[in-house]
C-alpha cells in the first residue's frame, strides 16, 4: 500500500491501517523511517508561520528561525518521542499488559504520520492568517487527530499477543 493512500484510510478506519502497518515482523527501519517522515513534514509545516514571524520580527532572521526549527524536529523531537515511546511500553509492563517496544513505536509514529496533513494546514494557517482564533481552532483539531490516532494505536497494541519482546 502506498503511504498516502494509508494516510487519507486512517481517517476514515485507523484500527485496520494501524494494524497492517504495525505488522507481524519487527521492521526497526521501518519505524524510523515513518517517525522520520512525519518530522520533516512537521518541519516543513513550520515554514509558513516562520516566514510570517521572520517578516514581522526582523530582529531574527528566516535561516535562524529555519534553524532552530530543522534542529527541533529532525534531531530532538525523533529522541523525545522514542523515549515518550519507552515510557508508554514501561506504563503497559506497569498495568500487567505485554507489548513489545516496537509494536508501541510503530503505533506512536504512525499516528504521526497520520496525522501530518493537519500538521501542515496548522503551519499554512499560522502562515497566511497568524495567530488567534482560525489558528487555534486548526491547531487543536490537529493536536486531538494525533491523540486519537495514538489511543487507537495504543490500544490495539495492548490488544495483541506480541510475538517477540524489544
Not at 517496544?101 to 496548522?122: D, E, I, K
Not at 482564533?133 to 499477543?161: E, H, K, S, Y
Amino acid at each position: 500500500m502506498s503511504i498516502v493512500l494509508d494516510i487519507v484510510r486512517t481517517y476514515r478506519t485507523p484500527r485496520e491501517v494501524m494494524a497492517r502497518r504495525i505488522g507481524a515482523d519487527v521492521r526497526e527501519d521501518r519505524a524510523l523511517a515513518v517517525l522520520m517522515g512525519a518530522c520533516v513534514l512537521i518541519f516543513v509545516a513550520q515554514w509558513p508561520r516562520l516566514a510570517r514571524t521572520a517578516h514581522f520580527d526582523t530582529d531574527v532572521g528566516f535561516d535562524a528561525l529555519l534553524a532552530g526549527a530543522l534542529f527541533a524536529w529532525l534531531f530532538v523531537a525523533p529522541l523525545l518521542l522514542y523515549v515518550l515511546s519507552l515510557l508508554v511500553q514501561i506504563a503497559f509492563k506497569l498495568v500487567g499488559r505485554t507489548a513489545n517496544g516496537y509494536s508501541v513505536r510503530m503505533a506512536m509514529f504512525w499516528g504521526l504520520l497520520a496525522a501530518a496533513p493537519l500538521f501542515l494546514l496548522t503551519g499554512l494557517t499560522g502562515g497566511f492568517v497568524g495567530p488567534g482564533p482560525a489558528l487555534n481552532l486548526v491547531g487543536g483539531l490537529a493536536f486531538v487527530t494525533l491523540i486519537v490516532f495514538w489511543i487507537t494505536g495504543l490500544a490495539l497494541v495492548a490488544q495483541r499477543r506480541p510475538e517477540t519482546e524489544s
